[in-house]
């Protein structure tokens, strides 16, 4: 097995690791919403250091619900995986392009030299 297999089959594991080990080993348990947001975070840390806080601004656009909130959350999230996918393989297929290219260049060039009389056919007189 080479080393890219081993990575590309570990990365995966990893990944599937740390979204199970929070939920299986309990973590968060001791709390009334055990995996809030960092929003949700800093708005509690906040209130606690300062209770009379006035917030500078209100959003936008608050959704109906949480269920909405996630949902567009996932489809931001499945929006950028997607453009970075594209870019990702749009690198790719402009290096392999450029391996063909100069690949087939060679070739042509090659094949040339080989049917093509030398260049010094003069002849002295």
């Known amino acids: 097995m080479t080393r890219n297999t081993k ?3 570990l990365l ?10 929070p939920l ?3 973590l968060g348990d001791h709390r009334e919403e055990p995996f809030t947001g960092a929003d949700a975070e800093a708005e509690t840390a ?7 806080y006035e917030p500078w601004f209100s959003p936008l656009y608050e959704p109906p619900s949480g269920e909405v909130e996630s949902a567009l959350f996932a489809l931001q999230a499945a929006l ?16 392999q392009g450029e391996a ?6 060679a070739e042509a060039e090659g094949g040339q030299d080989r049917g093509r009389a030398p260049d010094d056919t003069t002849t002295g007189s």
């Open 12 to 21: 995966p594991a990893l990944v599937a690791a740390l979204a199970v080990l």
């Open 46 to 52: 906040i209130t606690d250091i300062r209770p009379d």
């Open 80 to 95: 950028g995986a997607g453009v970075l996918a594209y870019c990702i393989g749009l690198r790719r297929g402009r290096r």
């Open 100 to 105: 063909r290219a100069a690949a087939a260049l």
């Open 7 to 9: 990575i590309n089959l």
């Open 24 to 26: 299986a080993l309990g």
